[in-house]
């Protein structure tokens, strides 16, 4: 029977890595991932979970021990949030290129100076060329859901590729509420144990990744290229199977409110999809078709998803990230590959924590629909001081 | 035991792609020939990185993992926490970076592991600069060493990292040099022997980096600890105990060759024997003195 509970996100994620039986976890405290840390640290010392913990000196030192880990050939995990992510953004790509099935939490902070403990999502979206999967979720049972699916994603011998499960700092990390923590034995039937590809192994001295020249280079990175574009069905699957198994569901790579029939459609990452679901209801009852495509996978990206999406809905983007001297980052990706005249408006809230209610969602989503919104614009954006 | 009677087995394969007289390639045939087959090598960037040859072939005959320039003794700590979560608690964790990998770059990681008390050896290959970019210094680099990026001559002594290892309490340090493969096959089996974090550091006199010829590898490790500009030293359990010519030179049995011995045969260092460099040659000979003095005192309070 699953267990009920209610308790903060980053509480939850570590139930679900504790059921997943990592042979390795390597990690070093940021707010707000700590009570991550120190939640896992508690339950292999009490012996509620058998990990080997590796209390490193660095998020660096964090995701390689991941990696060395993973290459012995177990199963390995790590969590981190904002500086520590970026500190980590080296050894993010020597994961991705290794092929090594890590699997992190980042909890989404924003970059300083000055020091800002709040969320948005640039941490995460600065990372995102390095060759890791990248989910964003809203939900607590989403997160609990999510991050064993990771491992599945992760370790499916299609795929072996890193997966970064993110979730905001402070709205999500730290903020209690109920979840379902599944049976361990019903999870084990859903997540086989991990049987790597390769490992380093005494009995067959390999050398891995050592020097690669022109020649060959390029193919690595194509291989790579192809396991990103399985890794879509591959993930949607997963996530019915999850729903067969144990009824809870958050959607394929995208997550639809009110899609169907909508003239505007909201997209975004992370918790503004589900505020803004409020919003939604609202102006639905005014008459308005409005809906919400909460990209639930942002690396591989739903490409033919949005395209799709585009053609049929005016499309107002969301960022709670900004990509200096271009805008926001979700926006250009959802402009890549929408159709050839599809309208699209890109807002930029929410930044360094700043609240986005779902009153200021609805002001966002009212200004396209009066036609006063523009390409580009940043929300709420206060005289300078 | 003697060179002869060393084990026929070889790690390190033909073919590898190291320069003629290589002191790492040489030094690490020793250690992985004390070590044996059972174990897994981490490589951050450095000369061996490229030693191993091109993808597909790799000349190493255990399992070595390569990383980033910083990260070797991170790395090792989750394959060794990797290896125990699987019930391995045995394969050798071998770390073999330069001193890049250990004095600078890679130090944080290495104080982490070492503080940690991790179950693996950290070998330091010090050629005493950054060979592999072309031969830039490093905190390794001794005083007055033409490098890359000091061209007319370091102005700082080298740092000590075995002395910083003594510091972090580990069970086993040892110094050794490349020339003298007796001593460094004991030393790591006895590292090899012991439980817990191992550090050692081999001085590596690099043919092309020192600019001297490369059949006069041996000879110039052999003149560095002769002239007391390295030393040969281990410490167990806080024991400190010289060994080879350095346990004479410290007991004062032995003279220590003078320093311009050394280096005079190495370009690094001609520009010293200009007219008007006498004063440089001076600094070093004092900063000598200094270590010696400290050796003595250090190893008459770790008795
Ligand atoms: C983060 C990072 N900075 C710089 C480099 C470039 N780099 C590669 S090897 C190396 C020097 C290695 O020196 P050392 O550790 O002494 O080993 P050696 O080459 O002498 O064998 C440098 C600077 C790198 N690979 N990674
Ligand atoms: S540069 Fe020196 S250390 Fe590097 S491979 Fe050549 S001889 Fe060996």
Known sequence: MPKEIIDTANHIAAEAVRIAKPGVVAAYPITPQTTIVEKIAQMIETGKMKSEFICVESEHSAMTAAIGASASGVRSYTATSSHGLLLMHEMLTWAGMARLPVVMTNINRAVGPGWNIWCDLNDALAQRDTGWIQIYCAYPQEIFDTTIQAFKLAEDKRISLPVMVNHEGFIMSHTSMPAKIYDEAEVDKYLPKYNPNWKLDPQDPLSHGNLISPEHYTEVRNDMQKSFDAAKDIFVKNAEDWKKQFGSYFGGMIEYYMCDDAQYVMVTLGTIGAEGKVAVDKLRKEGHKVGIARIRMFRPFPTEEIEKLSKKSTLIVIDRAISPGMGGIVHSEVKSCAAPGTKIFGFIAGLGGRDVTYGDIENMIRKAIEGKAKSSEWYDLKEAQ | ?303
């Open chain 2, 1 to 303: 035991m003697a060179i002869k009677d060393l084990p026929k087995d070889e790690y390190l394969l033909k073919g590898n792609a190291a320069c003629p007289g290589c002191p790492a390639s040489q030094a690490l045939r020793v250690v992985l020939k004390a070590l044996g087959q059972n174990t897994t090598m981490v490589v951050p960037a450095c000369c061996t990185a490229v030693i191993q040859g091109i993808y597909p072939k790799s000349a190493f005959n255990v399992p070595l993992m390569n990383i980033a320039f910083e990260a070797a003794a991170a790395c090792a700590s989750g394959i060794k926490a990797g290896y125990k979560a699987q019930g391995n608690d045995d394969t050798n964790v071998l770390v073999w970076a330069g001193d890049g990998g250990s004095y600078d770059i890679g130090f944080q990681a290495l104080s982490g592991a070492a503080e940690r008390g991790t179950d693996m050896i950290f070998i330091c290959y010090n050629n005493q600069m950054y060979s592999n970019t072309g031969v830039q210094r490093s905190g390794a680099t001794p005083y007055g060493a033409s490098t890359t990026t000091t061209w007319t001559g370091k102005l700082e002594h080298n740092k000590d990292l075995s002395e910083i290892m003594i510091a972090h309490h580990i069970p086993y340090v040892a110094s050794a040099c490349v020339s003298y493969p007796e001593d460094l096959y004991a030393k790591v089996q006895k590292a090899k022997s012991i439980r817990g974090f191992k550090f050692i550091e081999i001085l590596a006199p690099c043919p092309p980096g020192w600019r001297f010829p490369m059949e006069s590898m041996v000879e110039q490790g052999r003149l560095a600890v002769e002239s007391g500009m390295w030393a040969l030293y281990e410490v167990e359990n806080d024991k400190m105990t010289f060994t080879g010519p350095s346990k004479g030179i410290l007991e004062g049995l032995r003279q220590r060759k003078p320093v311009v011995e050394y280096m005079k045969a190495q370009g690094r260092f001609s520009h010293l024997f200009k007219p008007g460099n006498e004063g440089k040659m001076k600094i070093i000979e004092q900063h000598l003195d200094v270590v010696w003095d400290r050796y003595r005192k250090q190893s008459s309070c770790l008795k």
